[in-house]
């Protein structure tokens, strides 16, 4: 599987394959976290493998900030077709968008992210995970201020 972390002691972007036999999570600058067979449900993870937390979201493993130039195209076109008065035009590309969407939606893995430090496990299982929690989130988010303030 696949995983990519922000080590806790130089601050980097990690990016590595781990398995349920390997023996811990390792960042080249030495930081090490220790894995046990209780944190694999199968070939998934039960919990992160880099902080050991058990709140994870199940979210599509896609670039937000390509979903958002699609987006920013589609609003352009459609708009420039709206404004030369072509309606069928403007709806086929409003569908046409939409398709892509379905098919990105069908297509796309998912991925692992975990609520505490954003570690991506990319992961063929997970189904039994949640989409994002507004609520979760939030309650996560306070902990990092409070522990920011400390």
């Not at 919990?47 to 900030?65: I, S, T, V, Y």
């Not at 379905?102 to 063929?124: E, G, I, K, N, W």
Request: aromatic letters at 12%; proline letters at 6%.
């Amino acid at each position: 599987m696949r995983f990519a972390f922000h080590c806790p002691a130089c601050f980097r972007t990690v990016a590595t394959s781990v398995t349920p036999q390997s023996p811990a999570v390792t960042c080249p600058c030495g930081w090490k976290r220790p894995l046990e067979a209780s944190a694999w449900n199968g070939d998934h993870p039960r919990e992160c493998l880099a902080c050991g937390n058990a709140d994870l979201w199940r979210q599509k493993d896609f670039p937000q900030r390509m979903g958002i130039a699609i987006i920013a195209v589609q609003i352009v076109l459609t708009t420039m077709f709206w404004s030369w008065r072509r309606p069928v035009w403007t709806y086929a590309t409003l569908i046409v968008f939409a398709l892509l969407d379905m098919v990105l939606f069908a297509v796309l893995p998912d991925v692992l992210v975990c609520y505490r430090c954003r570690a991506r496990h990319r992961t063929s299982g997970g189904e039994d995970r949640t989409t994002f929690d507004l609520e979760t989130a939030e309650r996560y988010r306070q902990e990092r201020l409070r522990l920011a303030e400390k």
